[in-house]
């Protein structure tokens, strides 16, 4: 079965310091990767995402995700948080299949503490 | 801004009804994408329009139906409400010559 796994329902970073939120998945071929953020009584914002190439991509806002094949895993970093980085963060697959269902993770809070 | 609207914003229902929620799309996406975020958890996609006509489904019953509309805009119809139908329900344009999904801002819908 294809999924996503965000293994953290919730990350605690110090403002100023590097953070991380993990991402593993399991879909077969080649998928497309993405991470989304959501803030409340909001819609999913999307920060950036991987199809081909580089396997660090930068995205908006200071973002970037390391794509590793062999782990299956598509980690979001930032060298420096902000504490208006406070947020629901997903990541989500989409198997590469021709159409754009796509699948999401449950979730991982993000506390950024000043 | 995604450029993506919903309506309405909040919504409450009793179970049994049938409602109606509607989602405008940017000009040329031509593809919009519906999902369900139940409190908790992340978006489940219910199913996919392209050019007015269904072509993808999640594992959703036959009751949570869908039109596309010449504009491209869409409407997500859930007849016989459940209670376990209260969620977030996001709609997603699609932007095929970038790959990327535009979501609205979302309608809540609570059944009671």
């Known amino acids: 079965a294809q999924s996503v796994a965000q293994p953290e329902d919730q990350v605690n970073v110090a403002e100023g310091n590097p953070l991380t939120v993990k991402c593993t998945y399991s879909v077969s071929g080649n998928p497309y990767l993405f991470w989304y953020v959501q803030y409340p009584n909001r819609g999913l914002q999307f920060l950036l995402k991987y199809i081909t190439g580089d396997n660090l991509v930068k995205g908006s806002y200071g973002f970037e995700a390391e794509f590793n094949k062999s782990q299956t895993s598509f980690h979001l970093k930032k060298p420096s948080a902000l504490v208006s980085d406070s947020a629901l963060y997903f990541c989500?697959?989409?198997?590469?299949?021709?159409?754009?269902?796509?699948?999401f993770g449950a979730g991982t809070r993000l506390f950024v503490k000043a | 801004e995604t450029g993506v609207t919903q309506s309405p914003t909040h919504l409450i229902k009793t179970r049994g009804q049938q409602v109606t929620l509607r989602c405008s799309s940017q000009s040329g996406h031509n593809t919009v994408s519906w999902y369900q975020q139940a409190l908790g958890q992340g978006p489940q996609f219910i199913f996919q329009y392209y050019r007015e006509e269904e072509n993808g489904r999640g594992n959703f019953p036959p009751r949570f139906s869908g039109l596309q509309f010449p504009n491209y805009s869409s409407e997500l119809n859930v007849n016989a409400l459940e209670l376990d139908d209260s969620a977030l329900y996001l709609c997603a344009t699609q932007d095929a010559s970038t790959d990327t999904q535009y979501f609205g801002p979302g309608t809540r819908l609570t059944v009671l």
């Open positions: 989500a697959v989409r198997p590469y299949t021709g159409g754009f269902k796509t699948i």
